[in-house]
């Protein structure tokens, strides 16, 4: 769902909480899981031309306002999975120091 800001011509940012669902391409035990603390995030979704994979590929990643660094490491290959009313889950690939890891965020509606 998207909210329209009154004043400003641009639609407002939905944020979720975002949980990366592996380590370094390792699926994070369940009874881990719940004790990982989300990440307040604006995530988009695009095809755009991706370094790592040498193509274009739809990736996945957290906007940041300031100049700098991705806040954690785009999804590559990205493909939505799974939603619902309350979130929606992203698989792809992620480059890790050089290295592409299988990833997968759990985004809650906030």
């Known amino acids: 769902m998207l909210k329209y800001c009154i004043y400003v011509q641009y639609w407002c940012p939905m944020y979720f909480l975002l949980v990366r669902r592996r380590v370094n391409g390792v699926a994070i035990p369940a009874d881990q899981l719940r004790k990982v603390q989300p990440l307040r ?22 906007f940041n306002p300031t100049p700098g660094p991705d806040v ?3 999804l590559h290959d990205a493909k939505v999975n799974g939603m619902a009313q309350l ?24």
């Open 72 to 74: 954690i490491p785009r």
């Open 87 to 110: 979130g929606i889950n992203i698989n792809g690939v992620e480059e890790v120091d050089g290295v592409l890891y299988a990833q997968s965020w759990w985004c809650r509606a906030e």
């Open 41 to 62: 995030a604006d995530v988009h979704i695009g095809d755009h031309q991706s370094e790592p994979l040498g193509r274009v590929a739809t990736q996945a990643w957290v």
